[in-house]
């Protein structure tokens, strides 16, 4: 991972975020909700201007942060649909999307990302996963399925704060399996027909997934 005086460096070059934005961040930050960090929004906000996304769906609401950082720099005509399974987030991004006027926007599903995304069918050009570390690898054949040609796939939280590179025994036995799993997780990303994946130390660690444009199902 980069040192902190780098990322601190970065990051000051920022121009910054809409004051409604810094104003959920700093409610989040002050309520331990885990929300992307600071380079992680920046390359966000970059991937919204190039890429465009006008169907977006995200893994992991929590209370809205990143769903409306999303909403904001993808455009209008962005539609996202964001998944959260804790009880006691999906009111308070509920009314994040009302208070921000995103509601007509930003579609919240609630429950569990494991039932959800087998239901859908629609096609998403860029794709978010940022829900339980120890499932991405269960998703990744509905989030594949969901991602259409030539769409990006962005995975946060992969490098485990640099945790990832340590033999699983150097590892807390209770982060074991969530170790070996993201493992296999990048492994896939790298791997999988149809996908072209880099992994780069930004935020916590974050795989840029691109669905190659003429890849058709067999
Ligand atoms: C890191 S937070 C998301 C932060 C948010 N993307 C942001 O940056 O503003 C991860 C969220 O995923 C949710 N989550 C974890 N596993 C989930 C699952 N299987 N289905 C739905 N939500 C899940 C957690 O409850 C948590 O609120």
């Not at 991602?147 to 990006?152: H, Q």
């Amino acid at each position: 991972m980069l040192d902190e005086r780098t990322v601190t460096f970065i990051n000051s070059l920022d121009p910054g975020n809409p004051p409604y934005l810094d104003e959920l961040e700093k409610y989040a930050l002050e309520t331990y909700v885990p929300i992307i960090r600071k380079d992680m929004q920046s390359y966000m906000k970059f991937l919204m201007k190039a890429h465009r996304p006008k169907k977006i769906l995200e893994v992991g609401t929590a209370i809205g942060f990143s769903a409306l950082l999303m909403s904001e720099y993808a455009g209008n005509d962005a539609h996202i649909t964001t998944i959260e399974n804790y009880e006691k987030r999906i009111p308070l991004a509920k009314a994040n999307f009302e208070k921000y006027g995103k509601s007509d926007k930003i579609e919240l599903l609630e429950g569990d990302a494991l039932e959800i995304l087998p239901e859908l069918d629609g096609v998403y050009d860029f794709i978010f996963m940022d829900a339980a570390k120890g499932q991405y690898i269960n998703f990744l054949p509905d989030l594949f399925r969901l991602l259409a040609p030539g769409g990006i796939l962005l995975s946060d939280n992969v490098l485990q704060d640099g945790e990832i590179i340590e033999s699983k025994y150097a590892v807390n036995r209770r982060d074991r399996t969530i170790h070996t799993r993201m493992r296999d997780y990048l492994y896939e990303l790298k791997h999988m027909k149809g996908l072209m994946t880099a992994i780069l130390p930004v935020g916590d660690g974050c795989a840029v997934s691109y669905k190659e444009a003429d890849f058709e199902e067999k």
